[in-house]
């Protein structure tokens, strides 16, 4: 145990014995009031001074709590300078006032006792938001409900009683009923606490001083209720005050509750007092229209009632602005603070609805150098570079469309093109992903589809511009894909170098067979790499059967058969090549329907499969090949125009030899 903390004990052990010392002080006290010991005059020194003893004592145990213990100590130090001018006003009367016949009504002690109440409230509320570091705006309304309520049902008990018998002057009448209404007022922030705080975890600081709160304002009824004419309960209430003064001192000492990550929302055990409390306000009322409760009390009751309809307003507003704020941070990245893919899908719907008209372009973007920038200067350098870009994003998409952050490295920008076209806003939103500086590069990959031209659905529009994306992506010099490219390159040469010049001429007359029928530069790159790569899953088949110079047996040609297979699995690895993965596959299948692996027949195959298997056959003949003999330009033409219909696609051989190798295509 540190010094501190032993010291702050031994501090508590002589409190709680200077507490034990006005306990006993007061016990003997109320045994000379209310017993037969002693004779007048030691009731009337107990009377005088005993009494203002415990008084004072339990202001001075008050102020050592705040001088001597750290943590709470202004709202402490106004409750002590609130039993200080009390314990003051009581002994000015015992002093000046007390053998006075009659005693002046109001007097400097009636002044002197009224002050306790604001300098009682200011402790409170100290007290209150020391323990509640953040209390929200419902809690601070269910303590007015709760105050209100409290209020309402106490004005009906308790003033028609002090009516009754109060009399005097009108500054003496205002002047007793301050009394129960600033005890009113007390008791009500009180109940106020407790429903902000909740009575589970209130805990015996703020029992305690409701307990006191309560004695005080019952000793004040029945002093102001019986004036004069019953000794019995005024001695009664000179016991209640000087106890709740100690039990006021004892809250003080009381351990303090750690409250470093506090924070009082209005939970349901929260409200379940003022309900309860707003319930019997309603009662109250209801009983109002048999029985006289008073003008105070009907309209605490109304004023309860009204802040309880407020709070359900105010509860309303709040839960719509929190689904609001759910909604929001659903369609939101949490990082750059863009739409999320959620946001781009609703944003997507809307662009494509027939009502909406007009055109837009769908860009997505994928960080090119991201991971090195990441792997070099660490995670929070790279949060915060995606940060700086999407802000750049949104900057430069704004007034006329929306930037978002897909996940990743990836970014997306959904924008309407009226008055740019979509290539400009694609390269401008290129430029605000791009970044240079020492040591890094960044840049970005894009695919872009026009809407609803391209695509007709959200689904299809992203599936678009994803393919496009990562077409453009392989493409770049230095791209995972196109190293990946190289080296499926590399081991074909290893392994075939002449086969490797086939697939080379095989692309290279695929590529221009597609630009002759109109295809974009994406799918002109897609037929070019499966022209190249649609024999990679000759890897697999042994030498002996790929170089075999006679004819294959049934089971070689099921090996054989299988390459295709192989090949698209090869590809289908990388993400980018999956469009390239699935021509491969059907680069052997057949017009008829004789070929390989799955037997598709006409239109049912690619395209491009088509295309490539032309490619293949003219380049097959006119090539040197170990399972084939060279034939001429002329036989090979003769030979693909007789296995048109059956093998190959007719109306694509009569294009390949009028456009592509008779000459009128550009071939370069």
Known sequence: MSNEAAGLRLIRKRAAFGLVLLAALLAAYAAVILGPIGDSATQDAFGRWVYDAVVLGATAVVLARAALVPGE???????????????????????????????????????????????????????????????????????????????????????????????????????????????LVLLGLIAGALAVDGWRRAGGTWLLIASALILFGAAD??????????????????????????????????????????????????????????????????????????????????????????????????????IEVNRQDAMTDPLTGLRNRRGLMTDLELALAPAEGGESVLALFDLDGFKAYNDSFGHPAGDALLLRLGGQLERMVEPSGHAYRLGGD??????????????????????????????????????MVRLPIEAGTAT??????????????????????????????????????????????????AVAMGRELGFDAEAVDVIGRAGELHDIGKVAIPDEILHKAGPLSEQEWELMRRHTVIGERVLSAAPAMKEVAKLVRSTHEHWDGSGYPDGLAGEE????????????????????????????????????????????????????????????????
């Open 221 to 322: 009824v029945v002093y102001l209720s019986v004036g004069g004419q019953s000794t019995e309960a005024l001695n009664l209430a000179s016991i209640g005050w000087p106890l709740a003064f100690l039990l006021l001192a004892a809250a003080a000492w009381l351990p303090s509750p750690s409250v470093a990550s506090r924070r009082l929302a209005p939970e349901a055990h929260h409200i379940a007092l003022p309900i309860a409390l707003a319930a019997a306000v309603v009662g109250l009322l209801a009983a109002g229209s048999f029985l006289s409760i008073g003008a105070a009390a009907v309209g605490l009751g109304v004023a309860s009632l009204l802040t309880v309809l407020i709070r359900l307003a105010v509860t309303f507003r709040e839960n719509r602005a929190l």
């Open 73 to 183: 100590r202004r709202a402490w130090l106004a409750l002590g300078v609130a039993l200080l001018a009390w314990a003051l006003g009581q002994t000015y009367y015992s002093v000046v006032l007390y053998y006075a016949s009659p005693a002046p009504f109001p007097s400097p002690s009636d002044a002197l006792f009224l002050a306790f109440y604001p300098a009682s409230y200011v402790a409170l509320v100290l007290l209150l938001r020391a323990r509640a570091t953040r209390v929200e705006s419902l809690a601070w309304l269910d303590g007015l409900i709760g105050a209100l309520a409290v209020a309402a049902v106490t004005a009906a008990l308790v003033f028609p009683t002090v009516l009754d018998a109060l009399g005097g002057s009108g500054l003496g009448v205002a002047v007793s009923l301050a009394y129960p209404c600033a005890d």
């Open 460 to 509: 299809e529009a992203l599936r678009v511009a994803d393919r496009r994306m990562y077409a453009q992506k392989g493409q770049r010099a230095g791209s995972a894909l196109s190293q990946a490219r190289g080296v499926l390159l590399r081991v074909l040469h290893e392994r075939e170098p002449e086969l490797d010049r086939h697939l080379d001429g095989v692309a290279h007359l």
């Open 410 to 447: 990836e970014f997306c920008v959904l924008a309407s093109t009226e008055g740019l076209s979509p290539d400009a806003i694609a390269r401008a939103a290129e430029a605000a992903l791009s970044q240079e500086g020492s040591g890094f590069s960044i840049g970005a990959s894009w695919g």
């Open 605 to 668: 195959i690619p395209l491009g499969a088509r295309i490539i298997l032309i490619c293949d056959a003219y380049t097959a003949m006119t090539g040197n090949r170990p399972y084939g003999h060279t034939v001429t330009e002329e036989q090979a033409i003769e030979e693909l125009r007789r296995s048109a219909g059956s093998q190959l696609d007719p109306r694509l051989v009569e294009l390949f030899v009028e456009r592509v190798i008779s000459g009128t295509a550009a071939l370069g």
